[in-house]
């Protein structure tokens, strides 16, 4: 089994910057992809950003290119989410997520992930 924690959330204003941080415990994360995901109130769950297991492939949603980056630390188990330039519209619950297809590609659906963390919200104001 594996556990993921997100962490980094929080109240910031439109322009700022967050770093969220997923620690994974249970199972070595580093031949795994690892994805972000968010919700926000009455949506779907949609894609943000997932990163290759070797860390040199990632991908993200429009929305946030040139503004998000992903990232991992293996020797920490850890994934790292840093957003900068937020918007009202970023405003959501973030989810981290392990893909199990062990060295597997980079998928953007969720349902390609079977390992999710609570979340941690994250509100940015105008």
């Known amino acids: 089994q594996v556990q993921l924690v997100e962490s980094g959330g929080g109240l910031v204003q439109a322009g700022g910057s967050l770093r969220l941080s997923c620690a994974a415990s249970g199972r070595t994360v580093s031949s795994y992809v690892m994805g972000w995901f968010r919700q926000a109130p009455g949506q779907e769950r949609e894609f943000v950003a997932a990163?290759?297991?070797?860390?040199?492939?990632?991908y993200y949603t429009d929305s946030v290119k040139g503004r998000f980056t992903i990232s991992r630390d293996n020797a920490k188990n850890t994934v790292y989410l840093q957003m900068n330039s937020l918007k009202p519209e970023d405003t959501a619950v973030y989810y981290c997520?392990?893909?199990?297809?062990?060295?597997?590609?980079?998928?953007?659906?969720?349902?390609?992930?079977?390992?999710w963390g609570q979340g941690t919200q994250v509100t940015v104001s105008s």
């Open positions: 997520a392990l893909d199990p297809i062990v060295r597997g590609p980079v998928r953007k659906s969720a349902s390609s992930y079977n390992y």
């Open positions: 990163i290759s297991w070797v860390g040199f492939v990632t």
